[in-house]
């Protein structure tokens, strides 16, 4: 399973952007999928994620700017980004809680990370 992630770049800040990710490979449930961000010399955190039921988390920082919808039936997640401001600035990273088979369990997987600036 791969987890590919798109749509980073440089923006100004207030405006938006919109980061894409697709899962491929043998996938057999999709428990949740969702976006971390880690900004330089921070941990990692969770940004959005939305599980199979339609359940949506965010955090509290981007409450109101970012909106995060999917389509399991196509593996895929998008992360809308409105409002941007430079404290955004990060490296983004598409996750996935997913089986590759019906009888394996979830796992975790990742994708490669893609990277947002926001200029002031």
């Known amino acids: 399973v791969q987890l590919q992630a798109s749509g980073g770049g440089l923006v100004q800040a207030g405006g938006s952007l919109r980061l894409s990710c697709a899962a491929s490979?043998?996938?057999?449930?999709?428990?949740?999928m969702g976006w971390y961000r880690q900004a330089p010399e921070k941990e990692r955190e969770l940004v959005a994620e939305k599980t199979g039921p339609g359940t949506t988390r965010y955090a509290d920082s981007v409450l109101g700017r970012f909106t995060i919808s999917s389509d399991f039936s196509k593996s895929t997640v998008y992360l809308q980004m409105r409002s941007l401001r430079p404290d955004d600035t990060a490296v983004y990273y598409c996750n996935g809680y997913l089986k590759d088979s019906p009888r394996s369990r979830y796992q975790t997987y990742w994708g490669q990370g893609t990277e947002v600036t926001v200029s002031s």
């Open positions: 490979g043998s996938i057999s449930a999709i428990n949740r």
